[in-house]
């Protein structure tokens, strides 16, 4: 491609409202155009990239024996409806009418679709197990559209599904995929990691995600740098022997009066304390001279309806997602400093679990198990219970894991330390069982001549956002530096003198040699300065510079790999052997 008659206009400065660097470089470099909050056009070198990412993406389903196939956009509502999910999804369902007032949502998956159609299509157990995806243009109102495309309104994913007899045909065909998974991102050159996930609005129950690490990533993931352990936060657990011995030592690193020893405290009685004003863990924590860990801290929530209470020690935080995966709901909120006074009949900031004007569900974390002595909220203004043991002050028999990890805390297989990292989620494995097969009576006869519900699996990648996390592992202050399996060309050919004719020659005698041998080449014909040209080349980043100069007479042009910036001097009758070793063609 003539670079001349490239639809490519690059940018010398930083957008400013482009935060992370693959949204700069997207923009910087002609790969993106927004057209409106969170909608981009993409430019012909970034749909050059994109299509290279599906092809790897196409080739690896194919290979995992999954079948190709494209579902409408448009989605009757009355599926999701069926589903119960058109409530559910909530505001970030694109959601439109037709000129006759029927209901329809721009897909932003489509299990309701898939499994509509395997209902229909698929009648024996003979016709099972089936595996599908497709790749396609997805919709989701998002509150916030930042970072370009990693979080946008309308983006490019695939999304695949998996249909079986049973639970064994769904591990399999869910490992087939997770194995699929890795080999994609390990292709696209990335670091990443698979972690256990919760599944959120999707449902089900064994699920991974596949986070990118890069320190622009909205997810926290928790991983054991001694075993395979890794998880998103949001399903993280720790080893209790760790963090019950940390709080054990906070608890005798303390010298309270309010503790004496381990003895004398069991059998104090609960004992109400003036705390003036003193409504945070903190707060309490100096006032009283205890150590947070001997705090348990109530926090009143609204799940679908109904307010549950749950009790964590003073120094963790409740993760509203294990508590909402506990109680089977569907939405869950934390109570407002209105809904404590007048629904619970409490103070904020003083907030217990003991002497509410009536009973509320408690949920308490495992973590305080073993507590002997606590201090707790006294639902009073400016005032809170000392020594409250569970069992007797508090109504607790069962406990729950319903905290977040955070650093220190044990791994949940081999004790070892747990370490954070972020992360950009760009793919998501769903062991779905029958949660929608049910729902939308996708049944099939076995050999018995029995109805059984098929088995399903999901399994989905966002292109879009792959493409922009590639981006991000692969730049540097200079540009973008693309692995070459994605990169929009393989060669930046750079002739640095369009009115030079012995450069034009060697210019235009490589372009044609390298793409008949399969080398794809954007060739800078332009009339510019060669410091305009430079620039531009390590903005766009292909993975090898070859630049026509003052030697071009010599038939000697000088070749750089971009990502090394290691540069050698090739005759340009060995110019082709030593491209197609560098970016790793076939002779």
């Not at 008659?5 to 992370?20: F, G, H, I, K, Y």
Request: net charge negative.
């Amino acid at each position: 491609m003539r670079q001349s008659t490239m639809l490519l206009n690059t940018l010398r400065d930083v957008p400013a409202d482009a935060e992370a660097a693959s949204h700069q470089l997207m923009l910087r470099a002609g790969l993106i155009k927004p057209l409106a909050s969170g909608v981009y056009t993409f430019l012909p070198l970034g749909i050059r990239a994109l299509r290279k990412l599906e092809g790897i993406v196409r080739e690896e389903m194919n290979r995992a024996g999954a079948q190709e196939m494209l579902m409408p956009a448009m989605q009757p509502a009355e599926l999701w409806e069926q589903s119960g999910r058109w409530d559910v999804y909530g505001p970030e369902l694109m959601r439109l009418t037709d000129r006759g007032g029927r209901a329809f949502a721009l897909g932003p998956t489509h299990e309701e679709v898939i499994t509509s159609l395997l209902a229909s299509e698929v009648t024996s157990y003979k016709q099972l197990p089936v595996t599908v995806y497709q790749i396609q243009t997805k919709y989701r109102d998002e509150r916030r559209p930042r970072f370009g495309v990693l979080r946008s309104r309308e983006f490019v994913m695939k999304d695949g599904y998996s249909f079986d007899r049973d639970q064994e045909g769904l591990d399999r065909n869910y490992q087939a995929m997770y194995n699929a998974y890795h080999t994609i991102l390990n292709r696209c050159a990335l670091n990443f990691r698979a972690v256990e996930a919760d599944s959120g609005a999707i449902g089900g129950t064994g699920t991974h995600e596949f986070m990118v690490l890069a320190d622009i990533g909205e997810d926290t993931i928790a991983y054991c740098p001694q075993c395979d352990y890794a998880a998103n936060v949001e399903k993280a657990e720790a080893a209790g022997n760790r963090a019950a011995a940390q709080g054990d030592a906070q608890l005798n690193g303390m010298t309270a009066d309010v503790r004496a020893d381990a003895d004398s405290v069991v059998n104090l009685d609960m004992t109400m304390v003036s705390t003036p004003g003193m409504k945070t863990v903190e707060e309490v924590s100096r006032y009283l001279e205890v150590a947070p860990s001997q705090i348990a801290k109530t926090i009143a929530c609204r799940a679908d309806g109904q307010i549950v209470l749950a009790l964590v020690r003073g120094d963790h935080q409740l993760n509203e997602i294990k508590l909402k995966n506990l109680l089977g709901a569907e939405v869950i909120e934390l109570l407002d400093e209105a809904g404590v006074r007048q629904e619970l009949g409490s103070v904020p900031g003083f907030l217990g679990p003991s002497g509410l004007k009536q009973t509320f569900p408690l949920f308490v974390d495992q973590s305080l198990r073993n507590a002997a002595s606590l201090v707790i909220g006294a639902n009073q203004e400016d005032a809170h219970y000392l020594h409250a043991r569970l069992g007797r002050d508090i109504a607790a028999e069962e406990f729950y894991d319903l905290r977040m990890v955070q650093p220190g805390d044990g791994c949940p297989r081999c004790a070892e330390a747990l370490q954070f990292t972020k992360g950009i989620e760009v793919g998501h494995v769903f062991k779905l069982g029958t949660k929608y097969s049910e729902q939308l009576n996708a049944t099939y006869v076995d050999e018995n001549g029995r109805e059984q519900l098929m088995i399903m699996g999901c399994y989905g990648i966002g292109v879009s956002r792959l493409l922009a996390a590639i981006i991000e592992q692969h730049h540097d202050e200079r540009g973008i530096a693309w692995p070459v399996v994605v990169a929009p060309f393989h060669v930046h050919l750079l002739q640095l003198n369009a009115k030079d004719e012995q450069q034009s020659a060697v210019a235009e005698e490589l372009y044609t040699a390298l793409m008949k041998k399969g080398v794809e080449v954007l060739w800078d014909d332009r009339k510019e300065r060669a410091g305009v040209k430079f620039n531009d080349a390590d903005l766009l980043g292909m993975p090898i510079r070859i630049t026509v100069g003052k030697r071009a007479g010599e038939r000697v042009v000088e070749c750089t790999i971009r990502k090394s910036g290691e540069t050698a001097e090739v005759l340009v009758d060995q110019l082709e052997n030593w491209v197609q070793k560098v970016i790793g063609l076939g002779g």
